[in-house]
């Protein structure tokens, strides 16, 4: 089908969405197990220690521990409210944050960010004005440290819609900020399941159809496009590209197939550097990512790094471009927002 799809099923209990674009898989969100804490949720959580040499400290949850880097001023015993950013590795202490968001379709609220800002993606004069109105309206005798963002899904949308989610967020913000800092460590705020994630982040541009069946990944040949990803990935000209993850970090390698000559390196690395966000994005991988580009010559390596960088810059998952290594190969470092497909998936 062309267009873009979206498609809500359940995987065992947990819930699953997936977003087809003209018939290729383009992101998959599959819920976590019940003991891992989802992306979004928001604990009060106890300092532990000081870890050191690395900045930061951890923190006692309701149950288990998380890591807050970049930690300063903050004594044992000590309680505050942070927020999941990403999952831990096994064994390992959850990512968060103090900084809090609060996201709806529409709106975000910044508690500790005052400001009202509209999406840098919407660009009529008009529309942002409209906007900027809206935002003073449903900011109006909120806690005057509480900031919004209205996202690129409120250009053109009804004002009820906005306003609504702005109140939303701004009700929801200020009733998780008034909770004391003091007392046992505690779970404040669930994860939005994927459902709910789906229709938030998916929403830009908004999707030709939804789909919420039980059955629907396998209808829709979600499932198919799971499966494919278990081996190479084919790439125009005949070129593979081949993602193993490994304790370490993440390797990618590219081929050309029979095809060696240097014209064939430079298109099936392009392509390659187009698809690596989506396959990255695809099987949850995050961390460190060293990649082995298929041989060219090196003056056509500015113009493999724009495709790369600029291929990034579209995705939803924080990557950074390191550089190249002595060897040629170009490093990345991704935020781990995503959980492994190879844990989210039932075994």
């Known amino acids: 089908m062309k267009g873009r799809m979206v498609i809500l099923d359940r995987v065992g209990d947990r819930a ?9 898989l383009q992101d998959l969100l599959i819920d976590p197990p019940d003991d891992r804490p989802g992306l979004g949720a928001i604990f009060r959580a106890i300092v532990d220690r000081q870890v050191k040499g690395q900045g930061g400290v951890f923190l006692r949850l309701p149950a288990g521990r998380a890591f807050l880097k970049q930690a300063k001023g903050l004594r044992p015993g000590q309680g505050l409210l942070v927020q999941v ?6 064994g390992k202490a959850v990512p968060v944050t103090p900084k809090l968001l609060f996201k709806s379709r529409h709106a975000i609220v910044t508690p500790d960010a005052p400001g009202l800002n509209i999406s840098r993606k919407i660009r009529d004069e008009d529309e942002r004005d409209r906007l900027l109105e809206l935002a003073h309206e449903g900011m109006e005798g909120a806690n005057p440290r509480f900031g919004l963002i209205l996202r690129s899904a409120a250009d053109g949308a009804p004002e009820d819609e906005i306003a609504a989610d702005i109140a939303a967020m701004r009700d929801l913000a200020q009733a998780v900020c008034a909770e004391p800092t003091d007392g046992p460590p505690e779970a404040l705020l669930d994860a939005p399941d994927t459902h709910l994630t789906a229709w938030r982040d998916w929403a830009d541009p908004a999707p030709d159809m939804v789909v919420e069946d039980t059955g629907s990944f396998e209808t829709h040949g979600v499932w ?3 499966a494919a990803l278990d081996g190479p990935t084919p790439l125009p000209g005949g070129g593979t590209l081949y993602v193993e993850p490994t304790r370490a970090l993440v390797a990618v390698d590219v081929n050309t197939g029979p095809d060696t ?14 698809d690596l966000p989506r396959q990255l994005r695809l099987r949850g991988l995050a961390g460190q990512v060293v990649v082995d580009f298929a041989p060219m010559p090196k003056k056509d390596r500015l113009v493999l790094e724009q495709t790369l960088k600029s291929a990034l810059r579209a995705d ?8 190249w290594t002595p060897l040629g190969h170009a490093e990345l470092t991704r935020k781990r927002e995503r959980l492994p497909l190879t844990e989210a998936l039932p075994r």
């Open 16 to 24: 699953a969405a997936a977003l087809m674009v003209d018939g290729r």
């Open 85 to 90: 950013t990403g999952y831990a590795e096994a």
């Open 224 to 226: 198919d496009a799971i």
């Open 261 to 274: 000559s240097p014209a064939a390196g430079l298109k099936a690395n392009i392509a390659a550097a187009r």
């Open 316 to 323: 939803a998952v924080e990557t950074s471009f390191v550089g």
